[in-house]
């Protein structure tokens, strides 16, 4: 019984933590139809910002708790910054091409950014482990289990939660839907499309930093930190369908429990559950859950 | 072409033994990149030849330190025959899908045998990897001091066959199929033939090609890693493709001499910067040469013949 309770505490933890790496690659897919390499690094920019913010903060002689908002400032920064650079530098020159070309540009835009995440804090791992520390251990269901992964699952709830109100509920939301559905007829409506693709851009670069901050208390931040992140983004959108957020938080769940469980049933098949259950579903359904783009199927 | 050819079996003579080294590498690298670049020829990416990859290199790996067997004239064939049957088997699969989804797929089959590598420690030696000692020819154990020089010949050999098979892929009605099947796949298939078996057969060549540069890089290094099937590897693949181009079988050649150069002295250089330099030439390609290094050869042609021109005005 005690088994089944830490998969699943662990299981949510990891799909809470993959909800926050993927939501932006998805979302930034279903509008700007481009498989974003970067957003791994963006993730890593994130959690650099935050580590060196946080515990630039926490030599003060502030509590401690107000760490947690400087993540977050730590993501808008980063968010407002690189996301606007990189969009209308980079991307807007690129939108019509074939599909290799948006994706090889993202991924040299990675590889740059890798190295300027190196230049700027240097090689050495920096760590911010007050606000992990702080949020102390539950215990649960007979188990003790360490706090931090339930406030990872409360900011994926929250950011869920705001993401959907903003898409269902603003006006600027009711333009990105229209702009995921038809991008021509958007802009034939009067829609700006350019503009609603930087804001999406940065909405996804938010996010991605945004994962990265709250994910620096919980490793030590260091170079190539973005390279795995990217690809378990790819294994959750790609079961979860591109373009859609609540196919990425199912895609979450899943891999989050299989991991989980074979973690503590299976060890040597830890990694490989997830790239399988990838597989799997491609196989049996290529566009993913809620996948929207129509699978040429020949 | 000739003089290229001199050129290259000429290299040694004037060029430090570490050149050598690197050249090796390139021209084995170039093998598998030929085969992204033929399926780039018929419209889908592939990001995951690292399956093929890893599997000629691992095979070649095995085959060493499991059987014993230390003939390269065996070994070659293993590592052709390894890649080649992991893309029979996932092309069955794959020949199905296009676009984005061929690519996630691929993609999803490359990471598969990299857990598999990483995580079976007694069986693949995890992320220690397996040593590659040096192979015989014929049964002959070639001098330490020239195994460099030996593979580098083995390699400059085996791509020059390779480039042949490839020119006469590319030109044959296959390799005119792949190119009709990126422009139109349905008119392909009202025309009677099968667009699934040509993606198929051209699937199958190209995992054999990924195969066989694994082994060959394999021997180089003279050891293998969990690392050669992992996504940066393909991707590095596919970065290649389009630093050469796509319209010649000598592209991809130039276009992995271009990146291992570059990634060597760039690290040489300033080590913190050398992905940083490579994502710059990545996007100046993709801005300025879409075409690749190799259209670079057109447009000198071009200008020569313009300069001719306008010499007899």
Same mark, same amino acid.
């Given at each position: 019984m005690d088994t089944v309770a830490i998969i699943v505490l662990d299981g949510i933890g990891f799909a809470s933590w993959l909800f926050l790496i993927s939501a932006g690659i998805t979302?930034?897919?279903?509008?700007?139809?481009?498989?974003?390499?970067?957003?791994g690094?963006?993730f890593a920019?994130?959690a650099?910002?935050?580590a060196?913010?946080?515990?630039?903060?926490?030599?003060?002689?502030?509590?401690? *708790?107000?760490?947690?908002?400087?993540?977050?400032?730590?993501?808008?920064?980063?968010?407002?910054?690189?996301?606007?650079?990189?969009?209308?530098?980079?991307?807007?020159?690129?939108?019509? $091409?074939? $599909?290799?070309?948006?994706?090889?540009?993202?991924?040299?835009?990675?590889?740059?950014?890798?190295?300027?995440?190196?230049?700027?804090?240097?090689? $050495?791992p920096?760590f911010v482990d007050k606000p992990f520390s702080i949020m102390g251990q539950v215990r649960l269901a007979g188990i003790s289990y360490a706090g931090y992964p339930f406030l990872l699952t409360g900011i994926a709830v929250l950011c869920a939660?705001?993401? *959907?109100?903003?898409?269902?509920?603003?006006?600027?939301?009711?333009?990105?839907?229209?702009?995921?559905?038809?991008?021509?007829?958007?802009?034939?409506?009067?829609?700006?499309?350019?503009?609603?693709?930087?804001?999406?851009?940065?909405?996804?670069?938010?996010l991605a930093?945004l994962g990265g901050a709250f994910t620096a208390p919980m490793i030590s931040v260091e170079?190539g930190m973005g390279i795995e992140v990217i690809v378990f983004a790819f294994a959750v959108v790609g079961i979860g369908g591109?373009?859609?957020v609540g196919g990425a938080a199912i895609g979450c769940l899943l891999v989050g429990i299989a991991r989980a469980a074979a973690v503590h049933l299976y060890p040597e098949l830890e990694l490989f559950v997830i790239y399988a259950l990838m597989v799997f579903v491609l196989i049996l359904r290529?566009?993913g859950f809620f996948?929207?783009? $129509?699978?040429?199927?020949? | 072409?000739?003089?290229?050819?001199?050129?290259? =079996?000429?290299?040694?003579?004037? %060029?430090?033994?570490? =050149?050598?080294?690197?050249?090796?590498? !390139?021209?084995?690298?170039? &093998?598998?990149?030929?085969?992204?670049?033929? %399926?780039?020829?018929? #419209?889908?990416?592939?990001?995951g030849?690292?399956l093929?990859?890893a599997?000629?290199?691992y095979?070649?790996?095995?085959?060493?330190?499991?059987?014993?067997?230390?003939?390269?004239?065996?070994? &070659? +064939?293993?590592? %052709?025959?390894? @890649?080649?049957?992991?893309? !029979?088997?996932?092309?069955?699969?794959?020949?199905?899908?296009?676009? =984005?989804?061929?690519?996630m797929l691929?993609l999803a089959f490359s990471m598969i045998l990299y857990t598999v590598l990483f995580k079976f420690y007694d069986v693949t030696g995890g992320t220690d990897g397996?040593?590659?000692?040096?192979?015989?020819?014929?049964?002959?154990?070639?001098?330490?001091?020239?195994?460099?020089?030996?593979?580098?010949?083995?390699?400059?050999?085996?791509?020059?066959?390779?480039?042949?098979?490839?020119?006469?892929?590319?030109?044959?009605?296959?390799?005119?199929?792949?190119?009709?099947?990126?422009?139109?796949?349905?008119?392909?298939?009202?025309?009677?033939?099968?667009?699934?078996?040509?993606?198929?057969?051209?699937?199958?060549?190209?995992?054999?090609?990924? @195969?066989?540069?694994?082994?060959?890089?394999?021997?180089?290094?003279?050891?293998?890693a969990p690392e050669?099937a992992y996504w940066t590897?393909?991707?590095?693949?596919?970065?290649?493709?389009?630093?050469?181009?796509? #319209?010649?079988?000598?592209? +991809?050649?130039?276009?992995? &001499?271009?990146?291992?150069?570059?990634?060597?002295?760039?690290?040489?250089?300033?080590?913190?910067?050398?992905?940083?330099?490579?994502?710059?030439?990545?996007?100046?390609?993709?801005?300025?040469?879409?075409? @690749?290094?190799?259209?670079?050869?057109?447009? =000198?042609?071009?200008?020569?013949?313009?300069?001719?021109?306008?010499?007899?005005?």
């Amino acid at each position: 019984m005690d088994t089944v309770a830490i998969i699943v505490l662990d299981g949510i933890g990891f799909a809470s933590w993959l909800f926050l790496i993927s939501a932006g690659i998805t979302f930034v897919f279903g509008v700007l139809r481009i498989l974003n390499v970067a957003h791994g690094s963006i993730f890593a920019l994130g959690a650099y910002m935050g580590a060196w913010l946080a515990a630039w903060f926490l030599g003060g002689q502030y509590p401690a *708790w107000l760490s947690f908002p400087i993540l977050i400032v730590a993501a808008v920064l980063v968010a407002v910054t690189v996301g606007p650079f990189i969009e209308r530098v980079f991307l807007k020159r690129i939108y019509q $091409e074939e $599909e290799v070309i948006p994706l090889l540009t993202t991924f040299a835009l990675f590889l740059i950014l890798e190295d300027v995440v190196r230049l700027v804090w240097g090689i $050495e791992p920096l760590f911010v482990d007050k606000p992990f520390s702080i949020m102390g251990q539950v215990r649960l269901a007979g188990i003790s289990y360490a706090g931090y992964p339930f406030l990872l699952t409360g900011i994926a709830v929250l950011c869920a939660i705001l993401l *959907w109100l903003v898409i269902n509920r603003t006006y600027f939301g009711r333009q990105v839907t229209s702009v995921i559905g038809d991008r021509e007829i958007s802009s034939a409506m009067g829609i700006n499309v350019p503009r609603i693709d930087t804001f999406a851009f940065i909405l996804g670069s938010f996010l991605a930093a945004l994962g990265g901050a709250f994910t620096a208390p919980m490793i030590s931040v260091e170079p190539g930190m973005g390279i795995e992140v990217i690809v378990f983004a790819f294994a959750v959108v790609g079961i979860g369908g591109l373009g859609s957020v609540g196919g990425a938080a199912i895609g979450c769940l899943l891999v989050g429990i299989a991991r989980a469980a074979a973690v503590h049933l299976y060890p040597e098949l830890e990694l490989f559950v997830i790239y399988a259950l990838m597989v799997f579903v491609l196989i049996l359904r290529p566009q993913g859950f809620f996948g929207g783009i $129509e699978v040429r199927r020949i | 072409m000739m003089a290229g050819i001199l050129l290259f =079996i000429t290299a040694p003579l004037l %060029l430090s033994n570490w =050149i050598i080294f690197v050249l090796a590498i !390139a021209l084995a690298k170039g &093998i598998v990149v030929l085969g992204v670049v033929l %399926l780039l020829r018929g #419209g889908l990416i592939s990001l995951g030849h690292g399956l093929y990859y890893a599997a000629g290199a691992y095979a070649v790996a095995f085959a060493l330190n499991r059987w014993n067997i230390r003939e390269a004239l065996f070994l &070659i +064939p293993l590592s %052709l025959l390894a @890649g080649g049957g992991m893309a !029979a088997l996932t092309g069955l699969l794959l020949k199905r899908y296009r676009g =984005i989804f061929f690519a996630m797929l691929s993609l999803a089959f490359s990471m598969i045998l990299y857990t598999v590598l990483f995580k079976f420690y007694d069986v693949t030696g995890g992320t220690d990897g397996m040593r590659i000692p040096p192979v015989t020819i014929l049964g002959i154990h070639p001098a330490t001091e020239n195994l460099r020089l030996f593979y580098y010949y083995l390699a400059l050999i085996l791509t020059i066959g390779v480039l042949y098979l490839g020119r006469r892929f590319t030109a044959s009605p296959l390799g005119y199929l792949m190119q009709a099947v990126r422009y139109n796949e349905i008119r392909v298939e009202y025309m009677g033939t099968s667009v699934g078996r040509a993606i198929y057969f051209s699937y199958v060549f190209s995992g054999a090609l990924g @195969g066989l540069g694994g082994g060959l890089v394999a021997f180089n290094v003279g050891h293998v890693a969990p690392e050669l099937a992992y996504w940066t590897a393909s991707a590095d693949f596919v970065f290649v493709a389009v630093l050469g181009g796509a #319209g010649n079988v000598f592209a +991809p050649f130039l276009g992995s &001499i271009v990146f291992e150069f570059v990634k060597n002295y760039a690290f040489k250089f300033s080590p913190h910067t050398w992905q940083m330099t490579l994502g710059g030439i990545l996007l100046l390609i993709i801005f300025f040469l879409p075409q @690749g290094v190799w259209s670079l050869n057109e447009v =000198i042609k071009r200008k020569v013949i313009q300069w001719q021109l306008s010499l007899k005005q």
